[in-house]
């Protein structure tokens, strides 16, 4: 009884972690575009590893909660093995990292020679975590400590990173698939089971699998916070406020900003809903507003009320008045969508990255705009408007015109074709 | 390297003081300070392209004397950092020392700009006999925000070093900069000085300008002497005698191509179209915000509409204009301006 209790204080995750591969989502993995059984390759390399076998390590490399990590401790479980962890979270300089798997790598302790018992893999979970590039030392050790392992190595990341290139020479990638939404609902309905729920509504399943894209650790702490927030698993609006701030979302606020919001209210609603860094919302607001609104004259509208949201968005930056703040969320919010009235939407639109223009001199130009801003001093960035523009025309009247000038910059041919042109 | 400089308006760029077309209030007051051997923080304001640039390095020039290569320094605070430089503010970053609050242990980061350009030159003391160094900032508004940490470094090193900031808009200045400068405004050049420099300039290069031209140069380039004189050049290549034909066609000459296609869009009322080549004439050319509604205006003339359509088309400019003061994104104030006219364009 006492067991059970403390049981139910773990987070499901931990709770409901796969013991063997039996219990598990098998997760698929793809190596050079061809799908293959994650289990059974890692198995095979498992078993066949030797001490002065090529291949020392794997790389498991895939998005966050879809069982990179439950995977080997599932097998290491099957096949009696002892896991040798290191992560983020408690391997964080060097030193620590060598000294941890230094003495795992290589010695069998004395122990493990009388009793026979485990067999041990080495698991370098999140390496993309640990070793940035603020810390490079640690590529060095992984790799010497993969040349001299007497035992397994498996590395986990979640995305390709450039400062880990020595290590991705070395070693077999498998990158892992996100699961499905199938594999997904029929384990939170195993869970729910074990749990002794049965007052929930399928629908909620899915909603909770297709926001979470096949992870399915989100899903299952998503499921949790529904079932033990006070299980009004009713509306779907609880799954709304669980959901995680992703790139995505922005894509989806700006569609419902334009197709779903139908008063002001609604426009508040969902802007204060979301996590989304206001300040370069609006920006995305309008970049993609001519997408959704096609009448002129409603454009006028939509963008005379974005343009008073930017001019007062300044002022609170420069007065640090955050009273104003409020209009700015009405007018860039409410006063854009609502501009809308007969406009035509299509059905698919593509939301794009809003387009910023910054004041950077193109590469072709930067040497000739430093050059005339040593004679004329004035900043490259005027050259760029003023003074290039006439060198141009001048240069183009007269060829002899166009030698003095060149004599008199000394420029050579390439920026003699900025001229040209 | 100046002396062969095939360009007139860096060829008969003044180098004094006295040199300087006009403003002989200006002068004066300069010269008090040079005589006096003292001055406050400056703050020159004016039009774009009035001269405040050349009359602020000329003046530090004078009061330097002998040791003002050493002790006079010219920032642009629109040109962005390079990737190296922010690499070294970074390292020059700090940690807060406080153990109490929200900031307890923190880092610190500085602007790129005070830190890597601004401080290693006025905390070194002054070279030679000046009495104090003298740093020119210009475009100093783009510093925004940032302008806050200007105001500690003019207090702290302002002994040993004055600021001359330079700045065409300035409402954008903070007021606790604004209260610690001296602020000197810059006219534009009168019309007797100006005709006397450019008669000055053409006699020098062996042309002839009529007076109705002059006027309409005057008129045109806004008091600009910089650009009055371009036109001068492209015209002096066209014919030794300027009259007013041959200014219009140079003066045709020098509006941007693009431009007009931008216009041509507009009067087509196709919005997406607009916007796109606004963004491409932006980033070939920087042109900032204010920039852009100046080309839009200058290109009145050459429209054909009627008055009150013309009225709105300025009133129109105008607004936006006014909207960018506070504005932070050009690329919204701009789009703003354009639905109006392609609005405009598609009633009649």
């Known amino acids: 009884m006492k067991q059970r209790e403390k049981k139910t204080e773990l987070p499901w995750v931990e709770k409901y972690r796969p013991k063997s591969i039996r219990d598990m989502a098998k997760p698929v993995a793809k190596v050079n575009r061809q799908k293959i059984d994650l289990i059974d390759e890692l198995i095979k390399f498992i078993k066949n590893f030797k001490k002065d076998s090529k291949e020392k390590a794997i790389l498991l490399e895939g998005s966050p909660g879809i069982g990179k990590t439950s995977v080997v401790y599932a097998i290491a479980n099957d096949l009696n093995m002892q896991v040798i962890e290191t992560n983020a979270s408690d391997t964080r300089t060097q030193r620590s990292l060598k000294s941890k798997l230094d003495e795992a790598s290589k010695a069998r302790d004395m122990m493990d020679f009388i009793s026979k018992s485990k067999n041990k893999i080495i698991l370098i979970d999140e390496i993309d975590g640990i070793y940035g590039v603020s810390d490079k030392g640690a590529i060095p050790t992984v790799l010497e400590i993969m040349n001299n392992s007497e035992f397994p190595i498996i590395i986990i990341a979640n995305e390709y990173k450039r400062s880990l290139t020595p290590i991705y020479k070395k070693v077999k990638k498998f990158e892992v698939q996100p699961l499905s939404e199938e594999a997904v609902i029929k384990i939170l309905e195993k869970i729910l089971k074990k749990e002794n729920i049965h007052d929930f509504k399928p629908k909620d399943l899915i909603s909770i699998a297709q926001k979470n894209k096949g992870d399915l650790r989100a899903s299952i702490n998503d499921l949790q916070g529904l079932m033990q927030g006070g299980r009004s698993a009713e509306s779907l609006r609880n799954i709304d406020e669980l959901q995680r701030d992703t790139s995505e979302v922005i894509f ?20 204060d809903k979301s996590d989304v860094d206001y300040s370069l919302l609006y920006r995305w607001v309008n970049e993609n507003l001519p997408k959704y609104i096609n009448l002129n004259d409603e454009l006028v509208d939509a ?35 609502l501009a809308k009235k007969r406009s035509y939407t299509p059905k698919f639109v593509r939301t794009t990255f809003p387009e910023i223009i910054s004041n950077i001199i193109g590469r072709d130009k930067l040497s000739l705009a430093k050059k005339i801003e040593d004679v004329y001093e004035i900043s490259a960035i005027e050259a760029t408007r003023t003074v290039i523009p006439f060198l141009r025309l001048l240069s183009s009247k007269s060829i002899k015109m166009k030698k003095e000038i060149s004599d008199w910059l000394q420029l050579d041919s390439k920026e003699k074709q900025v001229l040209k042109k | 390297m100046t002396i062969n400089s095939p360009v007139w308006s860096v060829k008969y760029k003044p180098k004094t003081l006295s040199e300087i077309c006009g403003r002989e209030q200006i002068k004066f007051q300069l010269k008090e300070y040079i005589s006096k051997k003292n001055f406050p923080h400056l703050l020159l304001t004016g039009y774009y392209g009035v001269g405040k640039t050349t009359i602020a390095k000329c003046f530090a020039k004078e009061f330097l004397g002998g040791s003002y290569e050493s ?124 005709s006397d420099f450019i008669k000055g300039v053409s006699k020098k290069e062996d042309i002839n300008i009529n007076e109705p031209a002059l006027k309409i140069l005057y008129k045109y380039s806004e008091g600009q002497l910089n650009k009055a004189i371009n036109i001068l050049q492209l015209s002096a290549m066209l014919s030794t005698n300027i009259n007013s034909e041959v200014l219009y066609e140079v003066i045709n000459s020098t509006k941007d191509k693009k431009i007009k296609e931008l216009l041509k869009l507009i009067l087509k009322s196709d919005f997406s179209a607009v916007r796109a080549q606004l963004r491409a004439i932006r980033r070939e050319f920087n042109y900032s915000a204010q920039e852009v509604y100046k080309k839009l205006l200058d290109e009145i003339f050459i429209l054909p509409l009627s008055k009150s359509i013309k009225i709105q088309y300025i009133n129109y400019i105008a607004e936006a204009d006014f909207k960018s003061i506070d504005g932070l994104d050009p690329d919204i104030q701009l789009s703003n301006l354009v639905s109006k006219l392609c609005f405009l364009f598609e009633k009649i």
């Open chain 1, 303 to 337: 963008f005379e009320n974005i343009s008073t949201a930017d001019q007062i968005f300044g002022r609170i930056r420069k007065y640090q008045n955050w009273a104003l703040l409020p209009y700015f969320f009405d007018l860039f919010g409410g006063g854009v969508s």
């Open chain 1, 252 to 271: 989806s606020l700006i569609r419902s900003l334009f197709t779903e919001v139908k008063t002001l209210i609604d426009a508040k609603r969902l802007l």
């Open chain 2, 71 to 194: 002790n006079l320094k010219t920032l642009f605070a629109d040109v962005p950092i390079s990737k190296e430089e922010r690499k070294q503010a970074g390292i020059r970053s700090t940690f807060s020392t406080g153990m109490i609050g929200s900031r307890a242990g923190k880092r610190r980061y500085i602007h790129p700009f005070l830190d890597i350009k601004v401080k290693p030159f006025i905390q070194i003391r002054v070279l030679g006999e000046a009495p104090f160094k003298i740093l020119v900032v210009k475009n100093f508004e783009a510093l925004g925000q940032f302008q806050q940490g200007f105001r500690r470094l003019m207090e702290t090193y302002g002994s040993n070093c004055r600021m001359i900031l330079i700045t065409s808009k300035i409402s954008t200045i903070i007021d606790p900069i604004i209260s610690r400068c001296q602020i000197l405004f810059i006219p534009p050049v009168e019309f007797k000085d100006y």
